[in-house]
C-alpha cells in the first residue's frame, strides 16, 4: 500500500475484505447454589432517543445489584439466619460462572470460524476446555477435501495457535483432528448447504450454536448482504429447531446494529419490524409516527428481487450497493452491513420459540489484549488502514470528530464474554434473549484527539523506515470537521508530495499526469472518509451494564483466565505497545515502523 490508493470501492471492518482497500497492499448453574440473573434490558422498549435511553439506565441500576441478587430458596439459613446467608453468597459467587466446567463433554456448531474472531474463540476454547467434546466447523468449500484443507490452513496452521502447539507439541495434529470437525455449508444457502449425512449427526450430536459468519463490507450489494446477514441466522435459527438438545443460540452481532441512535443506547433486542428512524419521530410526534413506513424484512427481499430482474447486468453491483445504503438510511441505519445485521437479530428474536438466545454485541473488534498472546490480528481492520497510511506519511490528517469516540474492544475481551455468556445461559436454559454490548465507549472512552496523540508519539518515537532506509517523519494528525477543509488538505498534501507544485511550470504533460494522480489520491482518501463519517461523527454510545452485570458472575479465577473488563484498559499501552506492533508483525508482516 505504497501510494494511499483505494483499488476496490468496498470498505469493510474485516481483514480479507478490509484488504479491498488496497489489493496491492498492503438462574445459571442448576443446582440449588443458583445465583438468580436479572436481564431487565431484555424487554423492547419502545421508544428511543437520549432522555428514554437515560431513563432506561436508571431502571436498571436502580433495580439491579449485580451479584449480590441471590435467590434466598437455595441457601440454607442459620439458626440466626444472615450470616450463614452471607457466607453462601460469598461462596457462590466464588465458583464463578463456571466456564470451563460449561464448556466440557459438549459439541458446538460453528460458523465464521475461518474469520478473525471465530480462530480466536476456537483458540481459547480448545486451549481452556480441551475436554470440549467437538466444534463442527461450518466452511464454504467446494468438497469436504477442500473444507479440510481450508481448516488446516487458515485455522489449524496460523500462529494464533502457537501456544495450544507448545501445549501439545507432536499430538498437536492430531489433538485439532479429533476437536475440529470440518463440515462444508455456506449460510446462503438452503439448510445452509449442509448434506444429509451431517445434518443428521449436527442436529443429533450440538448443544450450542454459534454465527459468527457476516459479510462485513459496510456497503455491500445490499442482496448478499441481506442473504448473508439476515437470512444466514435465519437459517441457522430454522436448523437449531431440527437439534435434540440444544442448549444455546448464540448470534454474533455488532454493537452498530444501534444504527443512528443518539447518546447512550442500551442492551435491548429488536422486535421483527423495528425501525430507528421510526424511533426518532415516534419521539418527536406520535401521530406523524402512525404514518411512517413500516420496515418489512420480506418486503425488503421482495424489493431485491424485483429491481434484480430490472436491471442490466453491467449495473446490478452499482445498483445493488446504493439499494442497500438507500433502504439502511431510510430506515435509520448508516450503512448496509449493520442495517442487514439489525435484522439478522429481528429474525433470530421472531423464530426463536423456546430456544435460548444470546446476543453478543462488540463495538469494533482490534487485535488482542493478552491472549493467546498480545496483538494477534488478522487483515487491516477498520481504523488500521487509516493507522498505517498515516505512519508512512501517505495521510497526515482525516475527517473526524476530534470529540468523537472511537469504540474499540481487543479480540481476545470478545471471546472471554462471549464463553461466559454462554456458560451462563446454556445452563439457565431460559427461553429468552440476552443481549450484551461489549464495548468501550461509555466506560472508557477512547477520543478521536487523543488516539491522534498516540499515533503521533507512537510514530515519533518509532518511525516508519522508508524504501531507502530512513525514517519517515510524522507531523501531527490534523482532524477536520468538514470534508471541505479535508479535501482542501488532501490536496495541498498531494501536491507537496508528488512535486506537482514545483513542475507545473517546467514540463506540462508530467504536471498533467501528476494532477491526474493527486486527483485519484485525493478522490480515494474522500471515498474512504465518507464511508467511515458514520463511524467517525457517531452520536451513540453504547451502554454495557448487561455485560458489567456478567463480569460480576466471574470468579477471582475466571476473572483472570475470562476476564474482559474493557474499563481497564489503557489506550495508551494497547495503542503503542500491542496494538501497533501487532499490526506489524501479522498485517504487515515485518514491514511496520521500526521499533
Ligand atoms: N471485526 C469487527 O470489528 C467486528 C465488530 C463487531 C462485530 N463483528 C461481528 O463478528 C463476527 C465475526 O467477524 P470477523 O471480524 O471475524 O469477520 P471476518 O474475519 O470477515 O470473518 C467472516 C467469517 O464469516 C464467514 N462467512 C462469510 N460468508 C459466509 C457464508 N455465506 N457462509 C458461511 N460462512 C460465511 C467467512 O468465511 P470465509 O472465510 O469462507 O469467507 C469468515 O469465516 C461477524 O458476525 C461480525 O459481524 C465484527
Known amino acids: 500500500m505504497e501510494a494511499f490508493s483505494l483499488s476496490s470501492s468496498s470498505i469493510s471492518i474485516a481483514s480479507n475484505s478490509a484488504l479491498k482497500m488496497s489489493k496491492n497492499g498492503d438462574s445459571f448453574m442448576k443446582n440449588k447454589k443458583s445465583i438468580v440473573y436479572c436481564q431487565s434490558g431484555n424487554k423492547a422498549i419502545k421508544s428511543s432517543g437520549i432522555s428514554s435511553v437515560l431513563t432506561e439506565t436508571s431502571a436498571l441500576v436502580s433495580h439491579d445489584h449485580g451479584p449480590s441478587l441471590m435467590e434466598t430458596g437455595g441457601l440454607v439459613l442459620s439458626p440466626n439466619g444472615k450470616d450463614l446467608a452471607l457466607t453462601s453468597a460469598v461462596e457462590m459467587v466464588d465458583e464463578g460462572i463456571g466456564i470451563v466446567k460449561f464448556l466440557r463433554g459438549k459439541a458446538f456448531f460453528i460458523t465464521g470460524a475461518t474469520g478473525f474472531l471465530g480462530k480466536v474463540l476456537i483458540e481459547k476454547m480448545l486451549r481452556t476446555a480441551p475436554d470440549v467434546h467437538k466444534i463442527f466447523v461450518l466452511i464454504k468449500a467446494k468438497d469436504q477435501e477442500a473444507a479440510e484443507e481450508r481448516l488446516k490452513n487458515e485455522v489449524i496452521n496460523s500462529e494464533l495457535f502457537r501456544r495450544l502447539k507448545q501445549i501439545h507439541g507432536k499430538s498437536y495434529q492430531d489433538f485439532m483432528s479429533s476437536k475440529l470437525i470440518p463440515v462444508v455449508g455456506n449460510v446462503s444457502e438452503s439448510n445452509l448447504g449442509l448434506n444429509e449425512k451431517a445434518t443428521d449427526l449436527i442436529a443429533k450430536e450440538v448443544d450450542i450454536i454459534i454465527n459468527s459468519a457476516a459479510n462485513t463490507t459496510f456497503d455491500e450489494r445490499y442482496d448478499i448482504a441481506l442473504d448473508i446477514n439476515t437470512s444466514g441466522p435465519k437459517r ?12 444455546l443460540f448464540l448470534q454474533i452481532s455488532t454493537a452498530y446494529v444501534n444504527g443512528q441512535r443518539q447518546g447512550k443506547v442500551m442492551e435491548k433486542p429488536f422486535c421483527l419490524g423495528e425501525s430507528i428512524a421510526n424511533e426518532k419521530v415516534v419521539h418527536k410526534n406520535q401521530q406523524e409516527s402512525l404514518e411512517f413506513d413500516k420496515l418489512n424484512i420480506e418486503d425488503e427481499m421482495n424489493l431485491v428481487m424485483e429491481s434484480k430482474q430490472d436491471l442490466e447486468e453491467n449495473s446490478v453491483i452499482q445498483k445493488m450497493k446504493e439499494l442497500g445504503i438507500q433502504r439502511a438510511n431510510k430506515f435509520g441505519w448508516q450503512d448496509t452491513y449493520v442495517f442487514t445485521k439489525a435484522m439478522g437479530e429481528m429474525m433470530i428474536d421472531n423464530l426463536k420459540g423456546d430456544i435460548p438466545v444470546v446476543v453478543i454485541r462488540p463495538s469494533v473488534i482490534e487485535s488482542t489484549y493478552k491472549e493467546p498472546f498480545p496483538g494477534w490480528m488478522e487483515g487491516n481492520r477498520m481504523m488500521d488502514p ?6 508512512k506519511g501517505h495521510l497526515t490528517g482525516f475527517l473526524v470528530d476530534p470529540n468523537g469516540v472511537l469504540d474499540v474492544v481487543p479480540a481476545d475481551m470478545v471471546v472471554n464474554a462471549t464463553l461466559a455468556a454462554m456458560a451462563k445461559h446454556g445452563a439457565a436454559g431460559k427461553p429468552e434473549t440476552n443481549i450484551y454490548q461489549v464495548a468501550s465507549s461509555v466506560v472508557n472512552p477512547l477520543l478521536f484527539s487523543d488516539l491522534a496523540k498516540l499515533l503521533y508519539e507512537h510514530f515519533t518515537s518509532s518511525p516508519y523506515i522508508d524504501s531507502s532506509g530512513s525514517p519517515v517523519r510524522v507531523p501531527t494528525m490534523k482532524l477536520f470537521n468538514s470534508m471541505e477543509d479535508f479535501s482542501s488538505h488532501l490536496w495541498r498534501h498531494a501536491i507537496t508530495r508528488t512535486g506537482l507544485g514545483a513542475l507545473s511550470n517546467l ?11 493527486c486527483r485519484k489520491s485525493v478522490e480515494q482518501a474522500k471515498y474512504l472518509a465518507n464511508i467511515y463519517e458514520p463511524y467517525t461523527f457517531y452520536g451513540g454510545r453504547f451502554d454495557n451494564s448487561n455485560t458489567k452485570r456478567l463480569t460480576g458472575f466471574l470468579s477471582k479465577e475466571e476473572k483472570q483466565q475470562f476476564g474482559f473488563d474493557v474499563e481497564s484498559i489503557e489506550w495508551k499501552d494497547y495503542i503503542s505497545n500491542i496494538h501497533i506492533p501487532g499490526l506489524r508483525k501479522h498485517v504487515m508482516k515485518g514491514r511496520g515502523p521500526s521499533s
Do not use: P
Open 236 to 247: 441457522l435459527m430454522g436448523f437449531a429447531k431440527q437439534c435434540q438438545k440444544l442448549k
Open 386 to 391: 487509516i493507522i498505517l497510511h498515516y505512519g
Open 507 to 517: 514540463d506540462g504533460k508530467l504536471s498533467q499526469k501528476l494532477e491526474i494522480i
